[in-house]
Each structure stands twice: as C-alpha cells, then as structure tokens.
C-alpha cells in the first residue's frame, strides 16, 4: 500500500485536533469510567410506572404527551407510555441465508 | 503486492443471503463459524436464528471443484428478552458459535447471546417408526376393538429430517455482556467472557459455574479498561489468555489459583507516551484474539492492524500487519460515526501444519503454511502470508460472481494521483463492513460475511 503521507503519530494528532475543533467541550480522555460505563449499560431501557401513573391520573381528560420526534427516548422530560416502550419483538420470520 | 498465500488463486464459489440493498436488522449476520471438519459451516444472526451449511460429499465427476455448502438446518437459537429488574433489553442477537468435536453422530454446538449460553444438538433422522397397532399412519388413535391381529412396528426410510434441540442453558452467570466463548481441550469444560467477568463451566453442569477472572473494581469509577476476548490454549487445558479494551493480552494458569486476577504473563507493546493521541487507547482496543494450531502463536486484533504475538515474548508482538493504515487520517470522522469501534474478527489458514504441494514439482518440498485473514471495509477483507510476507486485498461482492474466475486484488489509494483500478479513501463505503470471517480447517475454502450475505471462496482447483 502506499506509504502515509503524514508519519502515524502525527496523523493521529491532526485528526485529535479536528475532532477538539469540533467538540471543544470534549475531555483529554476518551478512556476513564464514563466511557466504559456507557459501554457496560448498552440495552438498558428505563420505564417509570409512578411517574406514568401519576401523570395520567393528572390528565384524566386530555390527551397525554405522547411521543415526540424521538421515539426511542423514554427517559427524561418524556412521560413514556406503553406504546413507546421497546416492543417485545413479534415472532421471527427464517433467516434469508436458508432462503 | 498480489498473490498472499503460496501463490493461492481465491475464486468465488457461493453466496448465501437476500439481493436486495434494504437489509433488515435480523438479518445482519453476526458470527460464522466451521466446524472441526469443515462439512459444517454456522452462521448466527441478529434476529438470534442460527443457521447450518453442510458441504455436498464430492462429485466424483466434478474434480474441479469442491463440494457446495447447502443448507443443513436452521433454528431460532436465543429469543429477545426484557429483564424487568434492571430494565434491561436483552438482544437476542448470536454473538458467538464454537462447535464441539463430534462424538458420535449428532453435532452439538455452543452459541451465545449477551447474556445466556445454549448447547444445541443438531441431529438426523433418516427413519421413523410404522406400523402401530393402536395408530393410524396420521396418528389417530383406532379403536381398541377392532384390532384382530398384533404386528412388530418396524422402521422404515424416511425423508432426512434434521432436528436441532437445545440439551443445556447456561444463564444467569453474567452480569455484563458475553462477547465470547471458548471450549477447552478437554472438551468438558469452556469459558465464557463478558466485559469485566470470565466464567468456567462444564457442559453437563447448567446450574454452576466459577468464576477465574474478575476485574470489576470495587468503585466503578476507577474502571479502565474492559475484557474483549478470551480464549482457551488449543493444547494446554489449564491455560487461557483474555484481551483488554486497552491492547493487553493477558495469560493465566489455572493451576495457579482459583482465582486468576493475576496474570501468568502480560503481553503488550510498549508505546512511545509522545505519540499519544485521543484515539490511541480506542484504536489500540483489542477486538479478538486467536491461538495458532500449534499453541505456540496468538493473534489480536485492533483497529488498524493485527499482531502476532510469540507465547514466550510478551513485550513486543512478533509480527505487525496493517489492515487499513490508511484509515489513521480519517480517525476524527471515523470517531463521529462510530466506526472506530467496529469490532474486526481474524483467522488463522486451516492448519499450520498444511502441507502445500506444487503439483509441478516432482520431489516435493514439505514446507508449513500460515497465513491471517481478517476484514475491513467496503465489503474487503485480507490476507497476509507470514512465510512470504506478501498481503493480499480481495472484495466480497456479487459482481465478482463468476465461479473458478479468480478474484482481482483491489487496492487502495491512501493519498495522491489515484491509479486505475484503485479506490480512493473518501469513496470507501463504512456500511459495507467484513467483521466476521472463517477458514476451513483442512481445505482452502473461506465463508466472508458481508453485512447480510455469506460469501463462500475457495482456491483455484486445476
């Protein structure tokens, strides 16, 4: 292949800065415990049955806020109904390899 | 330079999977794998369905070719789940299947999810019992009374029925996500590995399992670095080696201690602190890691290269081949998509101890054959001889669908003029990922998953 035109270090480091450009707010580390932990919940899905109980007993007659653009968003200033949770999925149809 | 591998001339032979561009999450394969033999290949899905290719006995007739793999069997392996406790959604996607050598004439297989570990037995049926006295052949039941006569069921032939049941689940032993499995070579027991936490089971045993690694610190906080992979020794049931987010590798005696939070040995490359960039840790994150046949070899895998380590040398890696260098000016975009953390599978060629022979050759000279295989993007994927030091670059794609006609190595232009036939970095497709690839242990035929389709190659026969 052809050779870098940048020494990797220093293409390494350029590409940083375009990044920090882009993000100022972002930290020296992408490493540390914040970054992992996020790794480590992938799939966690959070339903508030108080909160969803009492906001419909509050809004006996009108309609409740349902889901906003971002449907997947369940947590938040977004009061999740039952539609919105994650759907348990229906049955699978066979793999298209064995088609 | 073209030509990786003893001059191995690859060819398309198969292509499994739906034609049309709009794939569907299920379908996106997410493990391949050959059993002991090669006749099987296994695929897993993110929809968790698992489904087996058999190769055809050889055509006598056809000696140009070797056997086609057709569909074998196929399952719904792990189902998707919601874990109402800690609100946790639980995919039913297949991260990873490990074959069992075959015992007797069932095939047993291990395939996993992030959470729970099933054996499955696949298993034929060729006859099946007729002629009840109590039951008609549709299976009503006659009446008693009018039975006159007594008669021995016997078996006949019956169509070849394949069944896949699952015979052991090993659940609740992970707080974290399985990324992998491995069988020890005592063929009793295997390990299972999620993000901070190694587990040993034993096949018969569903309802323990001990724990050999922990690496959760006792305040989250402190948490630095992640298991990616682990795997048994092929040869030493007592050893096992694991890979961290942080490009370690670490190998660890069982005999040692019940408990293996300390290493037998820790590889790592040291790294020049002035290099340091924001990427370094992510790209240095180590995404699989493989033992040679002989034992004697590892190979890891990050983002950018793929290493090959000597057992007896942990402070540097032996050999180093880039992947994708080119990729290292296109990091801060790769970040912002989230490729960066693409996990890359590698293989090892079938057997170290492969013995090539050129057919032209009258005295034949015996020499081993080792080469790596692992993926990247815009459906390529590569090939690097260790003996010549040569690499290849192939593409899995359906317009390179003529059998027996090699495939054309591509290449890629990293920075200026772009040649003929080359491809420019910026017109690289980053949905088009090789993440998972296998080679057959004792013929030159590769499966190379693409996003939804199994490509099948194999080596130019003359």
């Not at chain 1, 972002?26 to 969803?52: E, I, N, T, V």
């Not at chain 1, 971002?70 to 229906?90: A, C, E, F, Y």
């Not at chain 2, 296998?438 to 590769?446: C, G, R, T, V, Y």
């Amino acid at each position: 292949q052809d050779a870098p035109e940048k020494e990797p270090a220093a293409a390494e480091r350029a590409e940083e800065a375009k990044l920090k450009a882009k993000y100022p707010g972002l930290g020296q580390r992408p490493g540390g415990s914040g970054f992992l932990m996020k790794r480590l919940q992938k799939g966690q899905k959070y339903f508030d049955s108080g909160d969803y109980n009492m906001a419909k007993a509050k809004m006996k007659n009108k309609q409740l806020p349902s889901a906003g653009p971002d449907k997947n968003l369940v947590t938040g200033d977004h009061i999740p109904t039952p539609q919105d949770l994650p759907q348990r999925k229906s049955s699978l149809v066979t793999s298209k390899l064995a088609g | 330079g073209a030509g990786g591998g003893n001059d191995i001339q690859w060819c398309f032979s198969q292509v499994k999977g739906a034609v049309d561009d709009d794939v569907a999450e299920a379908d996106i394969i997410s493990t391949v794998e050959f059993n002991h033999s090669g006749e099987l290949l296994a695929t897993g899905d993110k929809g968790g369905r698992v489904v087996i290719f058999q190769q055809e006995q050889e055509n006598k007739t056809q000696s140009h070719s070797r056997g086609e793999y057709n569909v074998y069997s196929t399952f719904q392996s792990h189902e998707p789940e919601f874990d109402y406790l800690k609100s946790l959604e639980i995919e039913e996607k297949i991260n990873k299947i490990r074959w069992l050598p075959q015992k007797n004439a069932a095939q047993f297989l291990l395939s996993t999810n992030d959470k729970t570990i099933k054996l499955w037995k696949i298993s034929e049926r060729d006859k099946r019992p007729e002629g009840y006295n109590l039951k008609e052949e549709d299976g009503r039941y006659r009446d008693p009374t009018t039975v006159t006569t007594l008669r021995v069921p016997v078996f006949r032939p019956m169509d070849l029925m394949v069944e896949a049941s699952p015979r052991r689940i090993f659940a609740n032993a992970h707080t974290y996500h399985i990324n992998s499995i491995s069988i020890n070579s005592d063929y009793e027991t295997y390990l299972s590995a999620d993000d901070l936490r190694i587990n040993l089971w034993h096949l018969e045993i569903t309802d323990r399992s001990f724990n050999i690694v922990d690496i959760k610190p006792a305040n989250m906080e402190e948490l630095t670095e992640v298991i990616t992979a682990a795997e048994f020794h092929p040869n030493s049931c007592n050893t096992f080696v694991y890979s961290s987010s942080k490009g370690t590798i670490r190998l660890c005696d069982m005999r040692a201690s019940a408990l293996c939070d300390r290493h037998s040995k820790l590889f790592e490359e040291p790294e020049d602190p002035s290099n340091r960039s924001f990427f370094s840790e992510i790209i240095s994150s180590i995404s699989d890691v493989k033992f040679s046949h002989s034992g004697r070899y590892m190979m890891t895998r990050d983002y950018l290269s793929v290493k090959i380590w000597d057992l007896n040398m942990e402070n540097r890696p032996v050999e180093t081949y880039q992947v994708h260098e080119y990729l290292r000016s296109k990091l801060c975009s790769l970040y912002e998509n989230d490729c960066i953390f693409d996990k890359f599978e590698c293989c090892w060629n079938g057997s170290d101890r492969q013995i090539i022979l050129k057919c032209s050759v009258v005295s034949f000279s015996p020499f081993t054959c080792s080469i790596v295989m692992t993926g990247s993007y815009n459906n390529f994927f590569r090939m690097f001889d260790r003996n010549t030091k040569r690499d290849i670059t192939l593409e899995a794609s359906r317009e390179n669908n003529k059998p027996r006609t090699v495939l054309k190595p591509r290449k890629v232009c990293a920075s200026g003029k772009r040649k003929k036939d080359e491809i420019s970095v910026d017109s690289l497709d980053f949905n088009k990922k090789i993440l998972h690839t296998a080679w057959h242990p004792k013929e030159n035929i590769i499966a190379v998953a693409t996003t939804n389709n199994l490509y099948i190659f194999q080596d130019k026969m003359n």
